[in-house]
C-alpha cells in the first residue's frame, strides 16, 4: 500500500479528492492533507509519504516551490501535480523536478483514478528496478577500464599527455563522450546496504543504487568488495545541486523499499578522471565515520575539514585501525590491536610484516588526526608519544600497550575535534540566522554552501545541536522579531513582514499565527488594550 499527502487550498477540492476516491482499492492510503504549501511540506518531512498529490496554485509555497523543497528534504517521495493551468512553463518546471505526473483541472473521479493507477504502475516499475537483482550488463571493456582506476589508481603523478590518453580510452570505452569530458567533474560514493548491522549488500544492490542515480547525473557503478561502488560524473553545478539529494534519494529508497538500512560514503570533486582513485578512498573513509556517529550519508568533505595528506592504498589492519581511531570506541581498539599482537605472537604474522604493519599504523593515526583535527592535535600527540619512540619491533606486552595508548589517545583527540568543529559550525548557522534573518531568500542550502558542508550533515548537525530544524529556528528568529516590532513600534504590518523576511503579507500572518496563535493584529491590539 503506497501512502499519499493530498495538498490543495480549496477545502471542497481537497475533500472531494479524499472522499470519491476508492483509495485503498487502488492502492493508496491517504496519510495526511493540507491546506498550504507550508503545512504540505511539513507533512512529507513528518509522514514521509511515497506520492505528493498538489496543486500547482498553492498559498505561501507554491507547488513549484513544494516540489523543489520537497526534492531537498525527501528525494524519494514522488510529487503529482494537480493545475488549472494548461501552460507549458508550468510543465517545463515541473520536469526539472521529477515530477510523476501533471493532471489538468477540472479532472472527474474517474479520469482522477485511471491517472493514480497509471502513476502506482510507474511507482511499481520504480520499485522492482530497484529490488531486481539482476545488474545491468556492463561492456567488459568499461569494467576492464574502471576497476583499476577506482581500486588502484595510480602510483605516480600522470604527465599531461598521460592524462589526455586516460580522458581518451574513458571515451573509447563508453565512460564518456567527446561532449562531456573537458566539462565533467567525478565524484564517487560507495553503498554498503546492512540488516541489523551486518553488510548484506549484493550485486543486484547495483541496480537499485543505478535506479536512483540515473534520474540525475551519468554514472556508472560496480559491485567489489561488498560494497557498491559508483563513479558520477557530473558538471561542478550538476554536482552542487545534485549530489546531497542523490545519496539521501539512495537512503530513503534503501529504508522505504526494501526495509534495509545503508551506509554512504561520499568523496571530494575531483577535476579529473585520474583523481578518482583518491575518490574512492575518501569515500570507504568517509564510511568510518558511521561507527562513531550514526546515520547512513558521511561526506569526506563533512568529516575531515583538511585535504588527507596521504592516498595510498593502505592494508586491510590498517585501514581498520584508521576507522576505529575515527569512529570506534577505546575498548574496539584495545580488543582490535590485542588480536593483532596474539596473531603475531603465535607466528600468524610474520615478525618483518607485522612491524611494517606497526609503522604504517602509528603514520597513518597520525594522518587521521591531523586530517580530522588540524596540526595543534598533532603536536599534542607527537607531545605525548614520539612518532617512532619505542615503535621498532614488537617486544611483547610493553610494546603493545604503547600502540593501544597512541590509537586511543588519538581516537579521543578526533572525537574531542568533531565536537568542536560541530560546535562551531551550528554556532556560525545560528550567527548567519541572527544576522540574515530577514533576508527572504535565506535557506539552508544557501548557508550550507556559504560554511563549506553539505545540506544533508548542516540539517542533521543543527538538529542535534538545537533540537530543532534549520527552518524551525529561522521561523523563530523572525517571528520573535516580528512581535517586538509589533509590540514597540508603529510600522505597518507589511513593512514588519518585509522587514523579517517574508514576501508575503499573508504568508507572514499565517506564520505569525501558527507560532505564537494570534495574528499579528490581534496581537498589537491586545497589547495596546493591556496598557490602556
Known amino acids: 500500500m503506497y501512502t499519499v499527502v493530498i495538498a490543495d487550498d480549496e477545502e471542497e477540492i481537497r475533500r472531494s479528492l479524499i472522499r470519491k476516491i476508492d483509495w485503498k482499492a487502488i492502492g493508496f492510503e491517504v496519510a495526511g492533507e493540507a491546506d498550504n504549501g507550508e503545512d504540505a511540506l511539513e507533512l512529507v518531512e513528518k509522514l514521509e509519504p511515497d506520492l505528493l498529490l498538489t496543486d500547482v496554485k498553492m498559498p505561501f509555497v507554491s507547488g513549484i516551490e513544494l516540489a523543489r523543497q520537497v526534492r531537498e528534504v525527501r528525494p524519494a517521495t514522488q510529487i503529482a501535480f494537480l493545475s488549472g493551468y494548461d501552460d507549458f512553463s508550468y510543465a517545463q518546471q515541473a520536469i526539472q523536478y521529477n515530477i510523476i505526473s501533471y493532471m489538468l483541472k477540472p479532472i472527474s473521479s474517474e479520469e482522477l483514478t485511471k491517472e493514480l493507477l497509471v502513476i502506482r504502475e510507474k511507482m511499481e516499475k520504480k520499485f522492482g528496478e530497484f529490488m531486481r537483482e539482476d545488474a545491468e550488463n556492463q561492456k567488459m571493456e568499461k569494467r576492464e577500464f574502471l576497476f583499476p582506476l577506482l581500486l588502484d589508481g595510480f602510483r605516480?603523478?600522470?604527465?599531461?599527455?598521460?592524462?589526455?590518453?586516460?580522458?581518451?580510452?574513458?571515451?573509447?570505452?563508453?565512460?564518456?563522450?567527446?561532449?562531456?569530458?573537458?566539462?565533467?567533474?567525478?565524484?564517487?560514493?560507495?553503498?554498503?546496504?546492512?540488516?541489523?548491522?551486518?553488510?548484506?549488500?549484493?550485486r543486484g544492490g547495483v541496480q537499485a543504487v543505478d535506479s536512483i542515480l540515473k534520474k540525475y547525473v551519468k554514472y556508472t557503478s560496480v559491485y567489489a568488495q561488498d560494497k557498491i561502488i559508483s563513479l558520477?560524473?557530473?558538471?561542478?553545478?550538476?554536482?552542487?545541486?545534485?549530489?546531497?539529494?542523490?545519496v539521501k534519494d539512495i537512503s530513503q529508497s534503501v529504508e522505504r523499499i526494501k526495509g534495509l538500512e545503508c551506509v554512504i560514503g561520499v568523496s571530494r570533486i575531483a577535476k579529473h578522471i585520474a583523481g578518482v582513485h583518491e575518490c574512492y578512498l575518501e569515500a570507504v573513509n568517509a564510511m568510518g565515520y558511521a561507527k562513531k556517529s550514526g546515520g547512513s550519508i558521511h561526506f569526506i568533505g563533512d568529516e575531515e575539514?583538511?585535504?588527507?595528506?596521504?592516498?595510498?592504498?593502505v592494508q586491510s589492519t590498517v585501514k581498520e585501525i584508521e576507522n576505529l581511531v575515527r569512529g570506534g570506541t577505546a575498548q574496539e581498539i584495545t580488543e582490535y590491536l590485542t588480536r593483532f599482537f596474539s596473531e603475531a605472537g603465535e607466528g600468524r604474522i610474520t615478525s618483518i610484516a607485522a612491524d611494517f604493519?606497526?609503522?604504517?599504523?602509528?603514520?597513518?593515526?597520525?594522518?587521521?588526526?591531523?586530517?580530522?583535527?588540524?596540526?595543534?592535535?598533532?603536536?599534542?600527540l607527537q607531545q605525548k608519544f614520539s612518532l617512532y619512540h619505542n615503535m621498532r619491533g614488537l617486544g611483547g606486552a610493553e610494546?603493545?600497550?604503547?600502540?593501544?595508548e597512541i590509537c586511543v589517545a588519538a581516537r579521543e583527540l578526533v572525537a574531542e575535534q568533531r565536537k568542536k568543529s560541530s560546535e562551531i559550525l551550528c554556532e556560525k548557522t545560528l550567527r548567519m540566522i541572527d544576522e540574515k534573518y530577514m533576508?527572504?531568500?535565506?535557506?539552508?542550502?544557501?548557508?550550507?554552501?556559504?560554511?563549506?558542508?553539505?545540506?544533508?550533515y548542516l540539517s542533521a548537525l543543527v538538529k542535534k545541536e538545537t533540537g530543532s530544524t534549520f527552518k524551525d529556528l529561522l521561523t523563530k528568529r523572525r517571528i520573535e522579531t516580528a512581535r517586538d516590532l509589533l509590540l514597540c513600534t508603529s510600522m505597518k504590518i507589511r513593512e514588519i513582514a518585509?522587514?523579517?523576511?517574508?514576501?508575503?503579507?499573508?504568508?507572514?500572518?499565517?506564520?505569525f499565527k501558527k507560532y505564537t496563535g494570534n495574528s499579528p493584529n490581534n496581537c498589537r491590539r491586545s497589547n495596546e488594550e493591556t496598557k490602556v
Open 399 to 404: 610494546h603493545m600497550q604503547a600502540y593501544i
Open 357 to 380: 604493519i606497526l609503522l604504517q599504523i602509528v603514520s597513518s593515526t597520525f594522518q587521521v588526526v591531523y586530517a580530522a583535527a588540524g596540526n595543534e592535535a598533532v603536536q599534542k
Open 305 to 313: 575539514r583538511m585535504e588527507p595528506l596521504d592516498q595510498e592504498l
Open 439 to 456: 533576508d527572504p531568500e535565506l535557506s539552508l542550502a544557501g548557508v550550507s554552501a556559504e560554511i563549506a558542508v553539505s545540506p544533508n
Open 156 to 202: 605516480r603523478e600522470l604527465s599531461g599527455s598521460e592524462k589526455e590518453k586516460l580522458v581518451d580510452s574513458a571515451v573509447a570505452c563508453g565512460l564518456l563522450d567527446e561532449k562531456s569530458k573537458r566539462i565533467f567533474r567525478y565524484a564517487v560514493i560507495v553503498t554498503s546496504i546492512t540488516e541489523e548491522g551486518c553488510n548484506c549488500t549484493g
Open 232 to 246: 558520477l560524473m557530473a558538471t561542478e553545478a550538476g554536482f552542487r545541486k545534485y549530489l546531497h539529494i542523490i
Open 498 to 511: 518585509e522587514k523579517c523576511g517574508y514576501n508575503d503579507q499573508h504568508y507572514f500572518s499565517y506564520c
